[in-house]
């Protein structure tokens, strides 16, 4: 069996997490760390998993609040890599900034759920066309399904900032 026949034998979302999770490894050691899972990714949407567990949690036994930002950040930013991957790989991306509302203990695995992919995909679009730097607020709000149902523990602005990569001269 080579790859291409593993790969296609894989649910899409078994793929994304071994994305996110080698992505990690390789270039965010803090998301390799907390293991998250892809539940959920579309052009519109995106859901990470986050389990509670010993290196997840904090004093309290509820999720830590430094593993709750980098969840959000992953379920923000997950999309916006996707759609630069396909459609304008020559773009960046950045966090510009980051607020947060934390409502409520994460008792239990909580899901990271961004619903921004629309105004992304424009934002995708408008910095690769333009080559300069732009941004937007993407909304990221946490649940924690097993206690709280659909109601948010957390919620996050972040603002995503892309821009075009700059061509650099070759040296002779």
């Known amino acids: 069996m080579n790859l291409k026949m593993i790969e296609a034998l894989l649910p899409e979302k078994h793929k994304n997490t071994l994305f996110v999770r080698a992505f990690g490894f390789l270039k965010v050691p803090m998301l390799f760390f907390i293991s998250p899972s892809v539940v959920e990714l579309t052009d519109q949407k995106c859901v990470v998993r986050v389990p509670l567990n010993r290196k997840t949690r904090n004093h309290l036994k509820s999720l830590y ?61 408008k910095a690769s066309a333009s080559g300069e730097r732009e941004n937007m607020t993407v909304t990221v709000v946490a649940t924690v399904p097993t206690k709280t149902g659909s109601e948010p523990v957390a919620k996050f602005d972040l603002t995503l900032s892309l821009k075009k990569k700059s061509q650099k001269p070759r040296q002779p």
């Open 65 to 125: 609040f430094g593993t709750l930002c980098a969840g959000a950040d992953c379920a923000g930013g997950l999309i916006a890599m996707r759609l630069i991957q396909s459609t304008a790989p020559d773009v960046s991306l950045v966090f510009k900034d980051f607020k947060a509302a934390f409502l409520k203990r994460a008792e239990g695995d909580t899901h990271f759920t961004c619903e921004d992919g629309l105004g992304i995909q424009a934002l995708v679009r």
